[in-house]
């Protein structure tokens, strides 16, 4: 098994991310990925972009329940 990025990385991400990226974030290796990619079977939406895959970061980060501040509304503090 692969090991598992942290929340720190995950968060670091750019918008999307290849397969094998997107397999760290759970923990699954390069050949599981793919293998899951093409049953359907991976952890998030994949994306098929030609003959590639890609994931989103907010797709990963929503499965492991992981908030994005990136999406969150920015709060105003009242005076």
């Given at each position: 098994m ?12 750019p918008a999307t991310?290849?397969l ?5 974030a759970?923990?699954i290796?390069?050949?599981k990925?793919?293998?899951?990619a093409?049953?359907g079977q ?7 972009v ?6 989103g ?12 501040p990136?999406l969150?509304?920015a ?5």
């Open positions: 692969a090991q598992a990025l942290t929340t720190k990385e995950l968060l670091a991400l991310v290849d094998p990226t997107a397999g760290k759970f923990g290796g390069r050949t990925s793919h293998e899951l093409r049953k991976f952890p998030c939406r994949v994306l098929r030609g003959n590639t895959y890609r994931v970061r907010a797709d990963i980060l929503r499965c492991l329940n992981i908030d994005d990136a969150s509304p709060i105003e503090i009242a005076s």
